[in-house]
């Protein structure tokens, strides 16, 4: 027989010219009915056959020796079988070519053809001596998830089951990865992902409900059941998800900054200097890391700028021009504030029990970080936008202001502290929850489904990977979700077996999932800070105490009594003239980087009854 | 330049259906057996259009018999866009595609095909296809 030309894997048609071509699409579709009885255990023989298709050829009067299909949880289906080849045309077309095949039961009128394997041609071997080529086939599961082309491409592959997440598993248009993607998404989804046996892709729930089929005594082979429970190494004690969330704590701190000016006689009897208004803005505006939350209220020498003060029991007049009443400074209040950050890293965080003892650390941890340019936050404001405009009569109807609008938003209340999310979300942090206790329940469940139940019964094609089986025998009784199944079909000897494996964990419920809730903590800082109090410091005056001043308490108007008057003393301190301004420490408490601790409230189930196990 | 497009089993346009594909059904049950092809090019930058008359009319596709009278009556065959539109498809009637699909994986047109099983006989069916009218493909 002359090979077919329809090995070729191009579509029919076509020109090898570079303009518009013309072609035709069709595809054949095979309408398999089985008929279930053809499975049953009653006496009697079966006939099996497999038909085998290489790029759309029917090659099945071909083969020779074991047929073998192996199938797994999240790996591609491979086949392995021999052919003769009729011509070196046809061996070569082996090469990468479309596989199909069907197994055919029939059993008197009763019959049953179920499609297992539908993939291509891995690797020809071929034995010239025999004239035999062996294949060894495989599906696309490799190459699916790389072909996708969007991460919503890589997302449907699990049919919305994954937790997808931007902020922890990016994904990238300029250079996509969609395998790596892919990986990652897999790690948070319970559930398997496999190509069936007709080619198409699955996603799977690990859910262990009503088993599709159930078998009892006499339809296993006769010691072929096997309970492997799991490994010391599959059970630790628990498995642990932690979400660590930095972000910036933002503090502001305000307090008053007052001075009143000592009384008037000082300026006659001392000959101090007054303090005036170009020293306390230059004062005021210098405070390190502090800025005046709007401009300080000031009160000037007022009306009749003449004051009676008394001096040696007389009363002597101090006069001031009103020009200079305007640049002198009778006294000030201010509200100074500072803002700043401190880093706040949130811990949510869950175990799951898993009951084992082994000491393995199977934790997951992730983390996420909160955007925000603090350093500009925490910068002073623009001139332009706290220096007063209005002296007097300012236009009626002007909102009133806060003090904070020359600042970068947010502002924290007045002596308290926000966590500021910047680009992240309380969505975004519910979300990469779920996404670490996906991780966590799949590395978990993944352990508990270790504890597996391997049988071989009849050839018996009908079951699928997360397909739902039971099994009751040898004093066994399990049910559970195929993981894997080898089956094996001897052209020669007639040997017909299929082997499967069946996850049985010792569940809680039938459905494994989780659902989550946290709450973001909130700040509770209340900020209680106080500047010293600032007085009016005569420095070379034989009345002021204490003869050696404290530097560290010396706050206020630091001025000199005059030479010539009758205060002054060589001996005593003199001052560099002064407004001196003192603003407190802001305590480690709530400067020093901070971790806090919330746990994650979930309900965690994973599906499966386990293995019972009599007969002793 | 040959003419790409085709059918598929996956969306990501790997795997072309160069072979009958499978749709399966337990005798007697009535759970229709559904799958899911995707029509396209892997060829991004390509389109196809209806030969006869380019861009204007739909692609359709229809579903043939080779043995008339006997196989599977191309009746138990619903076409859909969708999975939701089965259920309302009308047995055997041809599926009405856009008047122009282009290539690479984003625009695959995923096909939607029930066969509900009227005959009571097992077996496998190989009679029926699913077929497009002369196409129009052209090259980025």
């Known amino acids: 027989m002359a090979f077919s030309s329809a090995f070729s894997p191009a579509f029919t048609g076509g020109s090898a010219t570079s303009g518009p071509v013309t072609g035709s699409a069709s595809v054949g579709l095979a309408v398999q009915v089985y008929d279930a009885t053809v499975f049953s255990p009653a006496a009697g023989y079966i006939a099996t056959d497999v038909r085998i298709h290489v790029g759309g050829v029917d090659v099945s009067a071909q083969k020779l020796g074991s047929i073998q299909i192996d199938a797994s949880e999240d790996a591609a289906r491979v086949a392995s079988f021999s052919l003769i080849p009729a011509s070196v045309a046809e061996l070569q077309a082996y090469d990468s070519a479309s596989v199909t095949l069907d197994i055919v039961m029939t059993r008197g009128s009763q019959s049953a053809t179920v499609r297992r394997f539908t993939g291509f041609v891995e690797r020809v071997e071929f034995d010239p001596v025999n004239r035999i080529a062996s294949l060894a086939c495989r599906d696309g599961y490799q190459e699916r998830p790389r072909a996708a082309r969007t991460a919503s491409d890589v997302e449907a592959l699990f049919n919305g089951l994954a937790y997808p997440n931007q902020k922890l598993v990016p994904w990238s248009d300029v250079t996509p990865d969609p395998a790596g993607y892919f990986d990652a998404l897999r790690q948070t989804f319970s559930g398997t992902t496999f190509i069936d046996g007709g080619g198409l892709w699955r996603a799977v729930p690990w859910n262990i409900g009503t088993p599709v089929a159930s078998w009892g005594a006499g339809v296993l082979f006769d010691g072929a059941l096997k309970v492997i429970r799991p490994a010391r190494a599959d059970q630790p004690s628990s498995v642990s998800a932690t979400l660590t969330h930095r972000l910036p704590r933002l503090h502001n701190a305000e307090v008053e900054l007052t001075w009143t000016r000592p009384d008037r006689s000082w300026y006659i009897t001392k000959g101090i200097p007054v303090l005036d208004m170009t020293t306390m803005q230059a004062a005021l505006s210098g405070l390190q890391g502090w800025h005046i939350k709007g401009a300080p209220a000031v009160v000037h020498p007022g009306p009749p700028y003449s004051y009676g003060v008394i001096v040696g029991g007389n009363t002597v007049y101090y006069t001031i021009s009103q020009a200079a009443a305007a640049m002198t400074v009778d006294s000030f209040t201010a509200t100074a504030m500072r803002r700043w950050y401190q880093q706040v890293d949130v811990r949510y965080s869950i175990d799951i029990a898993m009951g084992g003892s082994s000491s393995r650390d199977d934790s997951v941890a992730l983390s996420i970080s909160s955007t925000f340019d603090t350093s500009a936050w925490e910068s ?152 010293p109090t600032m007085a009016t410091h005569a420095g070379s005056d034989i009345n002021e105490t204490p003869i050696w001043p404290d530097p560290d308490a010396l706050f206020g108007w630091l001025c000199n009594t005059l030479p010539t008057s009758t205060h002054y003393s060589a001996s005593r301190a003199a001052y560099e003239t002064q407004l001196r301004v003192g603003v407190p420490e802001v305590p480690a408490l709530h400067r020093d980087p901070l971790t806090i601790d919330v746990p994650i409230t979930a309900i965690v189930t994973i599906a499966g009854s386990g293995i019972t196990i009599g007969g002793f | 330049m040959a003419f790409s497009f085709g059918f598929f089993v996956d969306p990501a346009l790997t795997t072309p259906a160069n072979f009958r594909v499978a749709i399966r059904q337990a005798l007697g049950s009535a759970t229709p057996g559904d799958i899911c092809l995707w029509f396209g090019s892997p060829v991004v930058g390509s389109m196809c259009e209806l030969d006869a008359d380019p861009g204007v009319s739909p692609i359709t596709l229809s579903v043939v018999t080779s043995t008339p009278g006997s196989g599977t009556p191309v009746t138990d065959i619903r076409l859909a866009l969708s999975a939701a539109s089965l259920g309302s498809a009308t047995p055997g009637a041809s599926l009405a595609l856009p008047a122009t699909v282009q290539g690479g994986s984003d625009n695959a047109v995923a096909i939607y095909v029930r066969a509900s099983n009227s005959l009571t006989t097992p077996g496998q069916r190989d009679n029926l296809s699913l077929v497009m009218p002369m196409l129009l493909e052209t090259p980025p």
């Open chain 1, 380 to 531: 002073s404001a623009p001139a332009e936008t706290t220096l007063p405009l209005f002296a007097e009569n300012a236009p009626v109807g002007l909102p009133v202001t806060s003090g904070y609008e020359g600042m970068l938003t947010p502002w924290p209340p007045a002596n308290g502290a926000v966590d500021h999310l910047a680009d992240i979300s309380a969505g975004d942090v519910a979300a990469a929850v779920d996404h670490a206790v996906a991780k966590a329940l799949v590395k978990a469940a993944s352990g508990k489904r270790q504890q597996r139940l391997v049988f071989s019964r009849p050839l018996d094609p009908r079951w699928e990977i997360g397909d739902v089986l039971a099994v009751s025998d040898y004093g066994v009784s399990a049910t559970g979700q195929v993981v894997g199944f080898t089956e094996s079909i001897d052209i020669d000897s007639g040997e017909v077996v299929s082997e499967y494996t069946l996850a049985c964990p010792d569940g809680n419920s039938t459905v494994t999932g989780f659902s989550t809730s946290v709450t973001l903590p909130t700040p509770s800082v209340s900020h209680v800070l106080a500047a």
